[in-house]
């Protein structure tokens, strides 16, 4: 059993590289680097991820979201004030998983969840469509009828030869497939090579050559935290998403600090920013690759192909990745969102549709962040909705209000509405027995409320405070008797 998963983790591993080279050389292209930058960056990052992060399965390497965060830096300053930006992210990076700051991917709710999957792949298969162009031009005629036929030819194979073997990966099938038919027949379709050429040596360690001072450190600081907070969600939103899939359990606070670890030594060695990829990782998963030894294979693999396979990789037909990337998007879309969609509550529907459109149209930390934000403002309103109260007379002639709910910033005026102070009598009872004070809002209400009782010369007795409230009273020096 123990030789099946390790073969299973080197076939998934070698699948997982081929999907990665073409990935890392656009995003490298995209900010402006040299190609070989984003291969070192995918190697190192994917390899050292692989052996001490926090989700085995996972693969990381030079990603798209962080290579649009750096284009202008590297416009603007120039490869070296990307690598010192690039080290700087990555000691964030490790702060944050020290601090153990990685449950915080717990506030992301799961309609955000939903539409950062949906966004993400439709942008994986927006991605595909600039290799149907020669220069600005889109493809037409013979040209085009034969990318479309190898891109079919693959998808079919990957969708059909589950149903014969399991023995192979089938995107691993797919791609030495269609690049042996292309071979044979001398198919005239764009292959890796047309990309750029990969061949080179080993990365050499360098510190970066910039001034060491504040000025640099004001240049490089804004990007380096943007780098930081983009790789470090994307890296958590697709470790909930592989623990879900291979339903085991993930350790965030490891793998971020592995990242930021992963980060520096790319840095170092002279290589692009990464995190974890969601579309190499669903090749990974779907290829039968689980363990760690996946992602170093995925790793070694890349270097490989730089420093002795290069000729053979630049043979690979586009058209291929291109195929195997529109089956990935299309198993990574959450289509069961949409069949739902009419069946949530309205603002779960419209954060998933908000959270899906915001990342396809700007970036993925924006869109969570307003995913967040929707979720949090309907939660509030429905917590400030549900408090109510219950109010009878006592046999003395009192007065007694019974409060149920959360009295916070969002609260504090259905709380005060529910009393009468010039209509109540001289005494009022407020039990608090099941009513929680969360913020100062609540504190600065039932203050208020005093006050307003007080002016109307009346007294207003508080009964049953939690533990926590009477602190949070005492801390404020309201009384509450």
Same mark, same amino acid.
């Given at each position: 059993?123990?030789?099946?998963?390790?073969?299973?983790?080197?076939?998934?591993?070698?699948?997982?590289?081929?999907?990665?080279?073409?990935?890392?050389?656009?995003?490298?292209?995209?900010?402006?680097?040299?190609?070989?930058?984003?291969?070192?960056?995918?190697?190192?990052?994917?390899?050292?991820?692989? @052996?001490?992060?926090?989700?085995?399965?996972?693969?990381?390497?030079?990603?798209?979201?962080?290579?649009?965060?750096?284009?202008?830096?590297?416009?603007?300053?120039?490869?070296?004030?990307?690598?010192?930006?690039?080290?700087?992210?990555?000691?964030?990076?490790?702060?944050?998983?020290?601090?153990?700051?990685?449950?915080?991917?717990?506030?992301?709710?799961?309609?955000?969840?939903?539409?950062?999957?949906?966004?993400?792949?439709?942008?994986?298969?927006?991605?595909?469509?600039?290799?149907?162009?020669?220069?600005?031009?889109?493809?037409?005629?013979?040209?085009?009828?034969?990318?479309?036929?190898?891109?079919?030819?693959?998808?079919?194979?990957?969708?059909?030869?589950?149903?014969?073997?399991?023995? &192979?990966?089938?995107?691993?099938?797919?791609?030495?497939?269609?690049?042996?038919?292309?071979?044979?027949?001398?198919?005239?379709?764009?292959?890796?090579?047309?990309?750029?050429?990969?061949?080179?040596?080993?990365?050499?360690?360098?510190?970066?050559?910039?001034?060491?001072?504040?000025?640099?450190?004001?240049?490089?600081?804004?990007?380096?935290?943007?780098?930081?907070?983009?790789?470090?969600?994307?890296?958590?939103?697709?470790?909930?998403?592989?623990?879900?899939?291979?339903?085991?359990?993930?350790?965030?606070?490891?793998?971020?600090?592995?990242?930021?670890?992963?980060?520096?030594?790319?840095?170092?060695?002279?290589?692009?920013?990464?995190?974890?990829?969601?579309?190499?990782?669903?090749?990974?998963?779907?290829?039968?690759? +689980?363990? +760690?030894?996946?992602?170093?294979?995925?790793? &070694?693999?890349?270097?490989?192909?730089?420093?002795?396979?290069?000729?053979?990789?630049?043979?690979?037909? @586009?058209?291929?990745?291109?195929?195997?990337?529109?089956?990935?998007?299309?198993?990574?879309?959450?289509?069961?969102?949409?069949?739902?969609?009419?069946?949530?509550?309205?603002?779960?529907?419209?954060?998933?549709?908000?959270?899906?459109?915001?990342?396809?149209?700007?970036?993925?930390?924006?869109?969570?962040?307003?995913?967040?934000?929707?979720?949090?403002?309907?939660?509030?309103?429905?917590?400030?909705?549900?408090?109510?109260?219950?109010?009878?007379?006592?046999?003395?002639?009192?007065?007694?209000?019974?409060?149920?709910?959360?009295?916070?910033?969002?609260?504090?005026?259905?709380?005060?509405?529910?009393?009468?102070?010039?209509?109540?009598?001289?005494?009022?009872?407020?039990?608090?027995?099941?009513?929680?004070?969360?913020?100062?809002?609540?504190?600065?209400?039932?203050?208020?409320?005093?006050?307003?009782?007080?002016?109307?010369?009346?007294?207003?007795?508080?009964?049953?405070?939690?533990?926590?409230?009477?602190?949070?009273?005492?801390?404020?020096?309201?009384?509450?008797?």
């Amino acid at each position: 059993m123990k030789s099946k998963h390790l073969r299973a983790d080197v076939l998934a591993g070698l699948t997982t590289s081929f999907a990665l080279v073409p990935e890392c050389i656009a995003f490298a292209l995209v900010a402006h680097l040299n190609p070989l930058m984003g291969l070192y960056g995918a190697f190192i990052i994917c390899t050292l991820t692989a @052996l001490f992060g926090g989700r085995p399965g996972m693969v990381s390497g030079a990603a798209g979201s962080m290579a649009v965060v750096i284009v202008a830096l590297v416009v603007q300053h120039g490869v070296q004030y990307l690598l010192a930006t690039v080290l700087l992210g990555g000691l964030i990076m490790v702060a944050f998983g020290l601090l153990r700051l990685g449950k915080l991917v717990r506030m992301v709710p799961h309609p955000v969840m939903l539409g950062f999957v949906n966004g993400l792949a439709i942008i994986i298969a927006l991605a595909q469509l600039e290799h149907f162009r020669d220069g600005e031009a889109w493809l037409s005629g013979t040209p085009l009828y034969l990318m479309l036929g190898l891109v079919a030819t693959t998808m079919a194979i990957v969708y059909l030869l589950p149903r014969l073997t399991r023995a &192979v990966p089938p995107a691993l099938a797919a791609i030495l497939g269609v690049g042996l038919l292309a071979y044979l027949l001398g198919l005239p379709t764009h292959t890796l090579g047309d990309m750029a050429h990969i061949a080179g040596g080993l990365p050499v360690p360098a510190m970066p050559d910039v001034p060491w001072n504040l000025e640099t450190l004001g240049i490089v600081a804004p990007y380096a935290v943007l780098m930081a907070l983009v790789g470090l969600l994307e890296t958590l939103l697709t470790l909930n998403l592989t623990d879900e899939i291979t339903e085991s359990r993930g350790y965030p606070d490891r793998e971020c600090a592995a990242l930021g670890a992963a980060n520096l030594v790319s840095g170092l060695f002279g290589g692009m920013g990464g995190c974890a990829m969601i579309g190499q990782t669903m090749i990974n998963l779907g290829s039968g690759g +689980r363990g +760690r030894l996946s992602g170093v294979v995925a790793g &070694v693999m890349i270097l490989l192909f730089v420093l002795f396979l290069s000729p053979l990789i630049e043979r690979i037909p @586009l058209a291929a990745l291109v195929g195997v990337m529109f089956v990935v998007a299309q198993q990574t879309f959450a289509w069961a969102s949409l069949r739902v969609l009419d069946k949530v509550p309205l603002n779960d529907a419209l954060v998933i549709v908000a959270v899906t459109i915001v990342t396809v149209f700007t970036d993925l930390a924006t869109a969570v962040l307003c995913g967040i934000v929707i979720a949090a403002l309907n939660f509030a309103w429905q917590q400030a909705r549900e408090l109510y109260a219950d109010t009878h007379r006592e046999a003395d002639g009192s007065k007694l209000y019974r409060l149920h709910g959360t009295l916070f910033f969002a609260s504090t005026t259905p709380f005060l509405n529910q009393f009468d102070p010039a209509g109540d009598p001289p005494q009022v009872t407020l039990d608090c027995r099941h009513l929680s004070f969360v913020d100062y809002s609540a504190i600065a209400a039932l203050k208020t409320l005093r006050e307003r009782y007080a002016k109307a010369g009346k007294h207003l007795r508080v009964l049953h405070l939690s533990e926590r409230c009477r602190q949070l009273l005492k801390r404020a020096g309201v009384q509450h008797e």
